[in-house]
């Protein structure tokens, strides 16, 4: 297979789980980085706010893809990111291939 066809199969793998780049791209650095705070993840992807990703975060939660790992329950803020079998099954079957 040529590595363009790779390339669009992989960006259309992205497209049919209802994600983009950037959500991916935060999904590789909460599995590069467990347990990092929302503000550690923002510095890391070099976004000025932590708003800038704070939707990403929001969406790989409800997709089961990460987890918030978070001790205060009624706190809004992401403190404690840890990718999930089925993010870290995602993530490496699009890169592996």
Not at 14 to 32: N, S
Not at 78 to 83: T, Y
Request: proline share 3%; net charge positive; glycine share 8%.
């Amino acid at each position: 297979m040529s590595r363009t066809l790779d390339f669009m199969l992989k960006l259309r793998r992205i497209d049919d789980a209802g994600l983009t780049q950037r959500y991916v791209l935060v999904l590789w650095a909460v599995r590069e980085t467990p347990g990092m705070m929302g503000l550690e993840l923002t510095r890391k992807l070099g976004y000025k706010t932590r708003s800038n990703i704070q939707h990403s975060i929001s969406v790989l939660v409800d997709k089961g893809l990460i987890e918030d790992r978070r001790i205060k329950t009624g706190n809004l803020t992401p403190n404690d990111l840890h990718i999930t079998p089925a993010g870290d099954k995602f993530l490496s079957d699009l890169i592996s291939d």
